[in-house]
């Protein structure tokens, strides 16, 4: 699963193997890529419940991670906090690239295929949370997943508290509670910034669902059927839930897809319309700006030169 340039494997620090080695317990939907062998990794990661920390001195290395993998590892509905301690490193997704930099966080989906290339003085810290155990976390990771952010007090705080759990070396019945109240202090200081379009607060199952649909957003075949498997749910029990609320899940997921879509319509001026409308999940640019024309009364282009005038 991990590799390393073929050339440098004979000169590879025994630093270097025991960091691949941790990497691919706490990180198992990864393969990496050591851009040079003489330089000195380290990983150091702990598993605390439903939660895994871990602190990433991996300079100089290219990580490419699998969203299957992550799924048939058990990792699926699960998230990730990146924060940036020092250096830089490149982020990719089938949405956006962008820098991260000292003081800067990320939070990703582990069931999206992205990239990552780490400079030469990278070190980081990794929270991997399921923000389908708490309602009020869901909102937040919904609506601020996938962008960088300016890490403010509460977040370096968090961090920080992060960070000295996991060099304590004994463990105790504390460590689970506090790591939520941690995951608590960071979402709570992020809050919900782009208000969903449907009414609030949403019923549990939609706050789920919801974060379901996001994950496989590029998933142009995506349907009620597979979002019943992936929430436990009987499809009659699926159509029920979303009937109380007065929906559908096929006319749900559209509007997830449409709300995504608009919002990189206005955050990514120089992205294409069809690609905007392929890696949300449609088939085609024409069927999009049909689809969203209809819902918003606007075309996908006027809204671009609307916002750009």
């Given at each position: 699963m991990f590799s390393s340039n073929p050339a440098g494997i004979p000169s590879r620090r025994r630093s270097d193997a025991a960091a691949v080695e941790q990497a691919a317990q706490a990180f198992p939907n990864v393969s990496v890529v050591l851009r040079n062998d003489s330089v000195r990794r380290s990983i150091l990661s702990q598993?605390?419940?439903?939660?895994?920390i871990s602190h990433l001195r991996t300079?100089?290395?290219?990580?490419?991670?699998?969203?299957?993998?992550?799924?048939?590892?058990?990792?699926?509905?699960c998230f990730k906090f990146i924060w940036q301690l020092e250096g830089t490193m490149q982020y990719e997704d089938a949405h956006q690239s962008c820098a991260l930099r000292?003081?800067?966080?990320?939070?990703?989906?582990?069931?999206?295929n992205?990239?990552?290339?780490?400079?030469?003085?990278?070190?980081?810290?990794?929270?991997?949370f399921d923000p389908m155990s708490k309602r009020a976390w869901q909102d937040t990771v919904h609506c601020v997943m996938g962008?960088?952010?300016?890490?403010?007090?509460?977040?370096?705080?968090?961090?920080?508290?992060?960070?000295?759990?996991?060099?304590?070396?004994?463990r105790s019945a504390a460590d689970a509670p506090t790591v939520e109240?941690?995951?608590d202090i960071a979402l709570l200081s992020l809050g919900a910034r782009d208000a969903p379009s449907l009414d609030r607060p949403l019923p549990a199952v939609l706050l789920r669902?919801?974060?379901?649909?996001?994950?496989?957003?590029?998933?142009?075949?995506?349907g009620p059927d597979q979002l019943a498997r992936d929430m436990g749910l009987s499809r009659r029990s699926l159509y029920n839930a979303f009937g109380r609320a007065g929906l559908t899940p096929a006319r749900f997921i559209r509007m997830q897809r449409l709300e995504r879509a608009r919002a990189e319509i206005l955050r990514l001026p120089n992205a294409s319309i069809t690609e905007i409308a392929l890696r949300n999940g449609f088939s085609?640019?024409?069927?999009?700006?049909?689809?969203?024309?209809?819902?918003?009364?606007?075309?996908p282009r006027d809204l671009r030169n609307l916002t750009l005038s």
């Open positions: 598993r605390i419940e439903g939660h895994a300079p100089q290395t290219i990580v490419e991670a699998s969203g299957p993998k992550a799924t048939q590892a058990g990792f699926g509905a000292p003081g800067e966080m990320l939070i990703a989906a582990m069931a999206w992205y990239r990552l290339e780490m400079n030469e003085d990278y070190e980081g810290l990794v929270l991997i962008k960088p952010l300016a890490a403010s007090g509460p977040l370096a705080a968090a961090a920080g508290g992060m960070h000295a759990l996991l060099r304590h070396r004994r109240s941690l995951v669902a919801r974060l379901m649909v996001t994950q496989n957003i590029g998933d142009e075949n995506y085609d640019g024409a069927s999009f700006s049909h689809a969203f024309k209809a819902t918003y009364d606007i075309s």
